[in-house]
Structure formats: C-alpha cells, structure tokens
C-alpha cells in the first residue's frame, strides 16, 4: 500500500502545469476591430452571434448555423449571404473553436473548416484514457492535459500562429473567446478591457491560446495560467467600475466582474489568473453583452454612434449544441453516485447559470432596442447626417431586434434523438460530424425569430438585395414556428 501511494504521488508530481502565456503592456490595449465609417458601409443589418459549449459537436453545430446563414445569399443577392452583416461572435468551449475561426477568416474561413478540423482528431496531442492510471493521477492533481495538446493542434491546423493582433489587423467581426476565471467564479472574456486590468498585452497572444483555455474542461485539462502584471502600465479601472462600486441598481453580474478586474489590479489578492471551461460559468457566451449593456455609459454603447444611426435590424442568435438530459437514474431509487453525482451537479450548476446568463442578455437587448430608439429620435438632422451621411430614408424608429436561440429542439424527433447520443469530445465520427451540421442548419431555419428577421426585411432598403436575389432563382423562406 505503502509503495502504492509513493506511486501516485510520484505520478502526480507529473503533472502538467501551464506557465504564463501573457506577456506585460505597456500602454492600453487597442479595441478589437476597428470601427469606421468605411467598415460599417451602410450598416443597415446587425448580426450577432453566440456558439455554445459542447466539444466538437458544439464545433459542427455552429459551422451548421454559419452556412445556413451565408445560404440566405439566394435571398439577399450576395454570395455569403448574412455572413457578411455578421458583427459580433461570441464562442465557448468547442463553440470558441468555430468562432474564432470565423472571427479571424471571415466567410472565407468555412472553405474546407470541416475536412481541415471538424473531421479530424483534436485530441491528438491529448491523453484521454480513463483505463490509463497514470492520466487519472494527473487529472486528480490537476488536469490530465497541459496547454501544448489541444492548443499545438489548433495551431497546426486553423490558426498558424495568429494572435489577437492579426485578428484586429484582418477583421471587422468583434471575436469574443469566454473562459472561466476560477478564483473570481466570473466569465473572462479575452478583451482589451480584461488584460488592461493584468497589464497584459492582448495583441501578443495567440488566438489558439484562448480557444484552448475555453475549453480547458477540468480534469482533462490543467488551468490556462495568466500573470497579473500590476504596476508595469498606467492603469486606470473604467468610469463604469467606479460607478458600479457603490451603485445599489448595478446588476450582480455587473458587480461580479467589476470585482474580478479589481482583483487583476491587486498585487495582494492576485499574481496569477487560473482559467478553465468557460460553459462552467456561461455556456451559451452571452453574460458579456449583458454586462457590456449593464455598464454603458452611452445609448448607443457598446456600438458606435455610426453604427447605432445606420442600423435598422438587428439579429442576435445563440447555437445551443447542449443534449438531452439521461434520465437513467430516475428509473430507481438509487443514484446517482460516485462520477455520475459529481458530473450531475457540475451539469446542474453550468445549466442554471447559463439559463441567467441568456435571460439577462434578452432583458439588456430590449431594454437596449427602446433606449436605441429613444435616442435616435432625440438627435438633431445636422448629426444624423454627420453620423449617417444622408438623411435619405431616415426614420429614427425604423429599428427592430430579434433575439433567438437554435437547438437541438428545432430538429425532427428521430434526429433528435440520434444527436443526444454524439458525445462531448473533440474527436467523432464523420457520420456524427454531418448529422450536427445538418442539425445546425436545420435548428437556424426553425428558429421563429431567425425568419422574423427574414420577415422583416421587408421594406427596408434591403429589399432590393432580396428582390435581385428572387429574380436570379433564390427563394424566400416563410417563417417556421417550433
């Protein structure tokens, strides 16, 4: 027994613990797309998107959603479709990978995504036995996985060294990676707002770096390891978070983050940020528009006044590739215990959590929609010109929002039920790969407030897009209820 024990904690010494991937700042971070006049264009259509966690199902599931969306060329007239009018991308965990992948590549990013990684074996690099001792030990002593597994292979084969910095040289898509910060217990986003707090410098770090710690699952994988560097730049916390210190109105989730940038700044409470999963707070992606909502200083924020005048339809859509609970245990009264207990309430607290996060972010967006308005409305002609550049087809309340979510639930039954069996990993079968994608693309098109968006169109000067693409073959699709 004796030697037993000497064994494992041998074994467990072995370990794989991440060094630091950040390096200091000096300065502030630049924002991470640059908005301008010229990159807005006339900006009528807002999309927005949020990629749920899920491993490599939550990949495809995504990938599903982004084609649907750039099949919709047949009704605007466009060969990518809505991808085009896509803003923002939020993604966690497995949902990360595809979001950054677009975020970095555009539409031009989908060419060949699923031969060069949604078909392959992630978990090349990892150790993944549950029948090898010597993985088990380590993922008790801390994770099974350092960070030179699941990040070199998405290095090698999507994003070839790239780095936040390139993202913002390349790209007019705001690319959110969300991990979990866990000594705060708070979403961390990978933004300049985050790493001005560490005195880091965002632009330096690779963006397989932060797809891997969004989905560093625990166990499987050791925490990502970021170093606070305070003191190395002229920090200065936001106007919102001095605000929101003693605001009695400001939301917890508000409070919770401006806590966790405190923290970032405070030698004494914080030398190194630990990261794992980011579906352990958020599985959907989405506290982050909410609190950037909470903390807006301005109507109109986290938008631009240019974009904020020149939008008329907004489409903000979440990919939930979460299954179906197993209800096996139900069935009788013992249960459930050991590994099922623990993966049971882990499942219990991801789920509540994201269920507020997303109804948090819905509230924030239409209380955004009547304030958007209310300012639109109260600007006077000589700005809206200046902002928009004509005062051509103004009408301040010409605004509309759509918030949805597409899941599994939007597929027919007997797809349904074959979907709850693919697993969470980041290696499946090419069968199961396809039967996601289709789910993706399926789910998009059943989703009522997608085809509101369709719907609305309407009207809009959007409509001789859609009238071009009529007469060129394509076809409108009608709305679709659950």
């Known amino acids: 027994m004796k030697k037993l024990v000497f064994c494992l904690a041998l074994l467990a010494g072995c370990a794989a613990w991440n060094r630091p991937i950040n390096q200091a700042l000096q300065g502030e971070n630049a924002a991470l797309v640059d908005v301008t006049p010229e990159s807005i264009g006339k900006g009528e259509l807002y999309v927005g998107l949020a990629f749920s966690g899920g491993g490599m199902r939550a990949s495809a599931f995504a990938y599903g959603m982004l084609e649907e969306l750039r099949a919709q060329g047949a009704v605007t007239g466009t060969p990518n479709g809505l991808l085009d009018d896509v803003r923002l991308v939020s993604g966690v965990s497995g949902g990360s990978v595809t979001a950054a992948q677009f975020g970095l590549y555009g539409p031009a990013g989908l060419t060949g995504y699923r ?188 938008m631009t006044p240019e974009e904020a005048v020149r939008m008329k339809r907004m489409l903000f859509l979440v990919a939930n590739a979460g299954v179906e609970a197993d209800y096996g245990w139900t069935q009788k009264i013992p249960g459930p215990g050991g590994v099922g207990l623990g993966m049971s309430i882990a499942t219990a607290s991801m789920s509540a959590a994201t269920r507020s996060g997303y109804d948090a972010m819905r509230g924030e967006l239409r209380q955004w929609e009547a304030e958007l308005i209310e300012w639109r409305c109260a600007l006077p002609p000589g700005e809206v010109r200046r902002l928009r550049g004509t005062l051509d087809g103004w009408d301040c309340s010409d605004l509309k929002l759509f918030i949805g979510q597409a899941s599994f639930e939007g597929v027919p039954a007997d797809m349904r039920k074959k979907l709850n069996k693919v697993p969470t990993r980041l290696k499946l079968k090419t069968e199961e790969v396809d039967l996601v994608i289709e789910a993706g693309r399926l789910a998009t098109r059943a989703t009522p407030e997608f085809n509101g968006f369709l719907a609305s169109l309407e009207g809009n000067d959007v409509d001789a897009r859609i009238q071009k693409g009529i007469a060129a073959g394509g076809r409108r699709i009608a709305p679709v209820s659950n």
Request: with cysteine; aromatic share 10%.
């Open 115 to 302: 031969e060069r990684y949604l078909v392959t074996n992630a978990e090349k690099y990892m150790a993944n036995s549950p029948f090898n001792p010597v993985t088990i030990v380590k993922g008790l002593a801390g994770g099974a996985n350092g960070r030179k597994t699941f990040a070199r292979y998405l290095d090698e084969v999507l994003f070839k060294g790239a780095t936040f910095g390139d993202l913002r040289a390349r790209s007019k898509i705001k690319t959110w990676i969300n991990a979990t910060d866990m000594a705060n217990n708070t979403p961390f986003l990978f933004s300049p707002e985050t790493f001005d707090a560490l005195c880091s410098d965002l632009s330096k770090l690779p963006i397989s770096e932060a797809v891997a710690a969004s989905a560093a699952f625990p166990l499987v994988f050791t925490p990502v390891v970021l170093e606070a560097h305070q003191g190395d730049c002229g920090y200065k916390e936001p106007d919102w978070l001095t605000a929101a210190r003693n605001n009695p109105e400001a939301t917890a989730a508000m409070k919770a983050q401006g806590r966790a940038l405190e923290s970032y700044a405070n030698p004494e409470e914080v030398k190194y940020v630990k990261l794992l999963d980011g579906g352990i707070t958020d599985n959907f992606g989405t506290t982050g528009l909410a609190v950037e909502r909470a903390r807006a200083q301005a109507p109109y924020a986290p």
